[in-house]
């Protein structure tokens, strides 16, 4: 009987293939075009989001917050926030796929995850749009969306990972939804007045 096959660490890699598992939903040929980039095929997106799910499901598993750090490493920074009362710590790590973002994962006591998601890089210039004609799938995140179309109605997402905001077009006066997908602009409807 010859050795057994490991699977290989679980690290950054698979990672972002989970991220891109959840995206393909609504940009199957964003995802399609990062998954070969990253040389990976659609069976091994696959299971990198099976392992992902069985993580985040394990009776005894580890708590959210170390199961980040273990899978991605040390953060890049930490920086304690305080939101409302509270205090939590946000640790950002890079993603290769996305080198002027960060994985943003806030944790309350105890290393209780609030929030998971992509967000723009400390120093980074992100977009800046004006209408929502400059609103293309993967160039904003929710708080840059928020902060170009404000004030903006948040909305309920239709998955976990998934968040959504209404807004008006200033320059046609239309009512918009932008959705994302771990904090990433994935499309844009129109939205009802």
Do not use: I, K
Request: net charge positive.
């Amino acid at each position: 009987m010859g050795p057994m096959n490991a699977p290989a660490p679980f690290g950054p890699l698979q990672f972002q293939l989970v991220l891109l598992r959840r995206m393909a939903d609504h940009r199957p040929d964003l995802v399609d075009e990062a998954r070969r980039a990253l040389g990976v095929s659609p069976a091994e997106m696959r299971e990198a989001n099976r392992r992902w799910q069985a993580m985040t499901r394990a009776p005894r598993g580890r708590g959210a917050s170390s199961r980040y750090r273990s899978v991605l490493g040390e953060p890049e920074s930490s920086v304690r926030r305080v939101v409302g009362d509270l205090e939590c710590e946000a640790l950002l790590w890079p993603l290769p796929l996305w080198p002027d973002l960060r994985f943003e994962v806030t944790a309350g006591p105890g290393g209780a995850v609030w929030n998971a998601w992509l967000v723009r890089a400390p120093g980074a210039t992100g977009p800046e749009p004006r209408t929502a004609a400059g609103l293309d799938p993967w160039s904003c995140t929710v708080d840059e969306v928020a902060r170009a179309f404000a004030p903006v109605r948040p909305l309920e997402g239709s998955a976990p990972t998934r968040w959504a905001l209404a807004f008006t077009d200033p320059g046609d006066g239309r009512p918009y939804v932008a959705e994302f997908t771990w904090g990433l602009l994935q499309r844009l409807l129109p939205g009802s007045a």
